[in-house]
């Protein structure tokens, strides 16, 4: 039989974030292919299941203030060198800017170093990045748009886009197992049946929460049954209150983090995403994988080209004019991107806020443009397979 070839992943740590995700899905998908090690800079608060899976913690976690965490890199590049030395795997595949670094400090002689750029606010160190690209033998991004701004600004051409993956007939059996507890009942006062709107996400200004409260605010008038779920980790505190100020608290469940968010997710008719940057949305393609209906911004990266097919929509328009420019795409509906100043004063309700409650009331009221949609969601979904991931990592090897 052939000897396995030699992957190190390597992941600052496996908390329940996205690039994570997709880093443990990597090294149980790769296993037939490949003899893998996964490195990790600190084993607290593991949020995924990696019973099986070969561990090495090298038990230096995150430091604070500037000269510790420089100190912090060192010893840890310093050590992943002497692992990559003592294993010689053939291959070193990072998630994450903070891994990235460690990994391409830490080259040797006979490991390639791919480094993975999962999100576009990584594009936001152009210092880092060209460190990275020095030592890097290839750079796999999230998303066309990241690949085509490091070949033109940084002149970089070993890179490629690989996009994250997911397995949708495991989502919907794990939706299906248990029941999520909401703070309502599943009909309303006048006996009608509650149409949750939902999204996912950390408690993060990127993610544009502000702007989601106020245009389900809006929404919430014109349909009394529809109800928000957020799911996602963090106290959502500075939220709770904004709710408070809209008049809707009630309405809104912060489900927090969740171990099984899909109970959840299938409570929804429409998945809403309002953030400012992404690299490759996880939870609007796990939406999908559960018919949800995607209602997004339009924002740098991932959205356009999971429900447009294309890298972005090229938005080029006056400000009165985003009401014209909403895309009824094939997969989903997208939005210009949204302002990106925070604001937590319900009293202020820009037009764009208004004019994406007036897109999502429109999708609730007309019964068959929700359904189409909704299938249409699914559709898309069946292209981001495990097995075509595999495919396309194999190719790159």
């Known amino acids: 039989m052939e000897k396995k070839r030699k992957l190190m992943l390597i992941s600052p740590m496996l908390h329940q974030g996205g690039f994570e995700r997709v880093c443990i899905t990597t090294a149980r998908l790769l296993e037939p292919y490949f003899d893998i090690t996964i490195v990790i800079f600190d084993s607290s608060n593991i949020g995924y299941d990696i019973e099986g899976l070969h561990i090495i913690d090298l038990n230096l976690g995150v430091q604070r203030g500037k000269i510790k965490k420089i100190l912090n890199i060192i010893k840890r590049s310093r050590r ?3 692992l990559k030395k003592e294993m010689k795997p053939d291959i070193a595949y990072s998630f994450g800017p903070t891994a990235n670094m ?14 993975g750029i999962r999100s576009y606010m990584d594009m936001g160190e152009p210092v880092k990045l060209k460190l990275f690209t020095r030592f890097a033998d290839l750079i796999i991004c999230c998303s066309k748009v990241i690949e085509k701004e490091l070949k033109v600004k940084y002149k970089f051409n070993k890179i490629t886009t690989l996009y994250n993956l997911y397995d949708v007939e495991a989502i919907k ?4 197992e248990k029941e999520p507890e909401l703070p309502w009942q599943d009909m309303d006062e006048r006996g009608k049946k509650m149409r949750c709107l939902l999204s996912m996400g950390r408690e993060d200004d990127v993610k544009g929460f502000w702007h989601m409260l106020k245009i389900f605010s809006l929404v919430q008038k014109r349909i009394p049954e529809a109800r928000l779920i957020l799911v996602g980790e963090g106290s959502f505190e500075e939220y709770k209150k904004l709710a408070e100020n809209l008049g809707i608290l009630k309405f809104v469940c912060f489900a927090g983090r969740q171990s099984e968010p899909y109970k959840y997710l299938k409570k929804g008719e429409v998945y809403l995403l309002t953030s400012l940057n992404e690299g490759f949305p996880n939870a609007l393609v796990e939406g999908m994988c559960l018919g949800l209906a995607a209602v997004s911004t339009d924002c740098l990266t991932g959205p356009a080209e999971i429900l447009l097919g294309q890298a972005n929509a090229g938005w080029h328009r006056k400000p009165e004019n985003k009401k014209e420019n909403v895309i009824y795409g094939k997969y989903g509906i997208l939005v210009p991107p949204m302002s990106r100043g925070k604001d937590l004063n319900a009293g202020c309700i820009l037009e764009e806020e208004k004019n994406m409650a007036d897109i999502i009331i429109d999708l609730m009221q ?32």
Do not use: G, H, M
């Open 102 to 115: 460690v990994n391409s400090f830490s080259k040797t002689k006979n490991t390639k170093v791919w480094l």
């Open 80 to 82: 992943l060198r002497t």
């Open 366 to 397: 007309d019964e068959n443009k929700l359904e189409r949609y909704q299938k249409a969601a699914r559709e898309r979904a069946q292209c981001f397979s495990y097995e075509k991931y595999v495919e396309q990592f194999l190719d790159l090897t």
């Open 173 to 176: 059996k794990e939706a299906q």
